[in-house]
């Protein structure tokens, strides 16, 4: 286990970039991250937002929400791009739509190839203490009142 690159990730993940809806806090990223490292047993490193699998774990992972609106998994699919650690990748001859707003699913069934996480990082999140510790640390930071 690379002690480094984990505390750096580690880093990363507990200072991500939300969104306000209304003067709230969103914790749609936090909770995506964590439905995204429940997932990596059973995903590649080249994932969809309508990956049934992530799709089931964003779901059980909805009452961490916690009385706040819950968001559409796409947003956080989209908009997590924002991060150092995650790409989307586009076809050749398409321009990505801007960060402020959210595409439509067609316009990502259309454009998108997929999404991925550093290729390090996917390393790293290949062994289940990995996961269990970066899991932890987005509760510590975002969920825990």
């Known amino acids: 286990m690379n ?3 984990l505390e750096l990730y580690r880093n990363m993940f507990t200072s991500l970039k939300r969104g306000r809806y209304r003067g709230i806090v969103s914790n749609a990223k936090p909770i995506f ?4 490292l429940e997932a990596v047993p059973f995903i590649k490193n080249e994932f969809y937002f309508d990956n049934s699998i992530i799709t089931q774990f964003y779901q059980e992972n909805k009452p961490l929400f916690e009385g706040k609106p ?10 997590l791009d924002s991060e150092p650690f995650y790409y989307l990748v586009w076809r050749d001859s398409v321009k990505p739509p801007l ?4 595409p439509s699913a ?3 069934r259309e454009n998108l190839l997929y999404a991925k996480l550093d290729d390090e990082l996917w390393e790293l999140l290949q062994e289940e203490d990995n996961r269990e510790y970066l899991k932890q640390a987005i509760i510590n930071q975002y969920l825990k009142n």
């Open 3 to 5: 002690t480094y690159l």
């Open 33 to 36: 991250l964590l439905s995204l």
């Open 70 to 79: 819950h968001t559409p998994l796409i947003a956080p699919f989209f908009h």
């Open 99 to 102: 960060k402020s707003t959210t």
């Open 106 to 108: 067609k316009f990502l």
